[in-house]
């Protein structure tokens, strides 16, 4: 091979791997017609906006606009701090979705193991059916729903705490039946779609494995223990890592719809969202908003890696990436 004839196959190289590119592109358009919707939704909606967060470092002047708004470094996230409110906000957003991991993937993996084991097609269709409905409800619906249950004055429950002779009781003042009501809502919302997802998984698990157990004997808890809930431990695994990268992000709809602007409830109940919602819409303060909300997504990034490499450490098969 002469030396002029090296940059000449280097130069076709590129050429080769476009019409590659373009080869596969036509192979699998349809593929890409599908995924591309949420390509878009994520590109406008994720990747669009992030240039905003400068307004975390300024005081936003309308007039000049976000870029040419004075610059004052990190003094929303010092007022953000020293307002004392970051450290509440923090320890609810965070403990509140733990407890909606741990209570729903709990509930979420024992209805599917349950459903899995019972043989009434029938039965089974219609639970999962009555199931998954609430994960089709508007929480403003929950929220009114919530309301009329627990008014003081017409809710049912004190409507039939009457009834019985009982004194009546003012939820709506009573920051510490809140976090019960909230982790029941939740789980109830999601039960019948996480069933689903847990239930795919235990029906792709080698059905002849349970046919050997069945021939050595072993009843339905040595099953469970010893083939269903290994078989899924890898979904459940990675359906907790993509919880755990939101463990910071509140789940707002049901904390705005369900408790609404109480300030007795705000210590037990506020997450960052709902404070950021507050903070934007009633005092229009854009730049602690922003920093707010800036200093949610480090905390969710740095907690994804965190648990990421923990993972991996024990097991990398089961890490995301």
Request: hydrophobic share 50%; net charge positive; proline share 3%.
């Amino acid at each position: 091979m002469t030396a002029a004839a090296g940059p000449a196959i280097a130069a076709r190289k590129p050429k080769h791997q476009r019409r590659g590119t373009w080869r596969l592109i036509k192979q699998n358009w349809m593929l890409l017609a599908m995924i591309a919707p949420a390509a878009v939704y994520f590109f406008v909606f994720s990747y669009v906006p992030m240039p905003g967060i400068i307004m975390a470092f300024k005081r936003l002047n309308f007039t000049q606009g976000i870029f040419a708004s004075p610059w004052v470094g990190l003094e929303n996230f010092r007022f953000f701090f020293i307002s004392g409110d970051a450290w509440f906000l923090t320890r609810n957003t965070i403990l509140y979705n733990l407890a909606f991991m741990i209570v729903g993937t709990t509930m979420q993996v024992s209805v599917a193991v349950v459903l899995s084991e019972i043989g009434a097609r029938v039965f089974k269709k219609v639970t999962q059916t009555m199931m998954f409905l609430p994960y089709f409800i508007s929480m403003v619906v929950i929220g009114a729903f919530i309301y009329n249950i627990f008014n003081y004055e017409f809710g049912a429950f004190n409507t039939l705490l009457a009834d019985l002779g009982l004194e009546k009781t003012n939820v709506y003042s009573n920051p510490g039946v809140w976090p019960a009501i909230l982790i029941t809502l939740n789980t109830w919302k999601g039960l019948g779609y996480g069933t689903v997802l847990y239930l795919a998984a235990i029906m792709g698990i080698d059905q002849e494995i349970y046919e050997a157990a069945d021939i050595d004997g072993a009843n339905v808890f040595q099953k469970v223990r010893v083939i269903t809930l290994p078989g899924i431990l890898p979904t459940i695994v990675t359906l907790t890592l993509l919880s755990v990268g939101g463990i910071c992000r509140g789940n707002f709809q049901l904390f705005y719809n369900v408790v609404g602007s109480n300030g007795m409830l705000y210590k037990m109940t506020d997450v960052i969202d709902t404070y950021v919602y507050r903070a934007l819409m009633g005092a229009s303060d854009f730049g602690m908003s922003a920093a707010a909300g800036s200093y949610q997504s480090i905390l969710n990034l740095t907690i994804i890696l965190t648990v990421n490499g923990i993972t991996r450490l024990i097991d990398k098969d089961y890490a995301l990436f």
